[in-house]
């Protein structure tokens, strides 16, 4: 079977996303890890499938597979990613576009500017709901990583972070911790690992460790995760430039109760068929 497909990226953040509408395809998860191997498929840190819509009121349903094979329920740089390349496609010429995910319905808009804004939702704090095991409702919880105790904030942005605030992202410990807080017992459904550093009231350095990927250059729910966690603890003000080691991305956020604003750059690299 040959699959047409585009290779994308969100600051270093990169996909292979596949039009699902016009050519039906379901992928095994042996078939989704050789498509992101980086020596003998395509090579990406998510795959993205782009489905018909199930629902009425919805123009797409937005498909999310890390590197590992498993399928995930958010992707902020992924979702940047997919309104360009379903108007690149031809599939739509709305500049704004409702999806379904996994975690409910978010709305990607095309800026005039080319850029990508994204209304990630409202995020989830409550630890049951993350999901995050705790009976404490305090912000800051503490947390076993190996041989050390870290304090970290618990987040879902449609899936789950624990963001700590590190003194400088450049000498975290992201491939020690990074691991062991994907897996931590205490996040049922595994996490991805946060490593902020506070630059200025409305500008942070970030390193994510993403649950089945690894450190990737960029994550989207990472950097709402982190700005929400920041502006909970009275670091940040909204809006707050996020410093990736990818590039750039602009994080707005109201406040409890009010859904978070993503705005950055998605970038087309190529595309092309390969045989599966």
Not at 33 to 57: N, S
Not at 198 to 206: A, P
Request: include cysteine; hydrophobic fraction near 40%.
């Amino acid at each position: 079977m040959r699959c047409r497909f585009s290779k994308m990226h969100g600051l270093g953040n990169d996909f292979v996303v596949i039009d699902a509408v016009h050519q039906p395809i379901t992928l095994t998860p042996a078939q989704i890890r050789f498509l992101a191997d980086r020596h003998f498929g395509i090579g990406c840190d998510q795959l993205l499938l782009v489905e018909p819509a199930r629902h009425p009121g919805v123009d797409f349903r937005y498909r999310i597979f890390n590197a590992d094979g498993g399928e995930v329920e958010q992707c902020g740089n992924g979702a940047r990613c997919f309104v360009r390349f379903v108007h690149e496609q031809g599939l739509t010429e709305k500049r704004e576009i409702r999806v379904e995910t996994m975690r409910g319905v978010i709305s990607p808009r095309l800026e005039s500017d080319d850029r990508v804004t994204v209304d990630m939702g409202v995020p989830v704090l409550e630890p049951a709901r993350i999901p995050f095991a705790s009976a404490s409702p305090n912000l800051v919880q503490p947390l076993r990583v190996g041989e050390r105790q870290v304090e970290i904030t618990a987040v879902s942005m449609g899936n789950p972070h624990a963001v700590q605030v590190v003194a400088n992202v450049d000498t975290a410990p992201v491939a020690e911790q990074g691991p062991l807080i994907e897996s931590h017992p205490r996040f049922p459904q595994h996490a991805n690992a946060g490593f902020m550093q506070i630059v200025g009231r409305r500008n942070i350095r970030l390193r994510v460790f993403e649950r089945g990927a690894g450190e990737t250059l960029a994550c989207g729910t990472g950097a709402c995760a982190a700005v929400v966690t920041g502006i909970l603890r009275g670091l940040l003000d909204s809006p707050v430039r996020v410093e990736t080691r990818g590039g750039e991305l602009s994080i707005a956020w109201r406040g409890a109760g009010t859904p978070v604003s993503m705005s950055g750059p998605a970038v087309t690299v190529f595309t092309g068929e390969i045989e599966l």
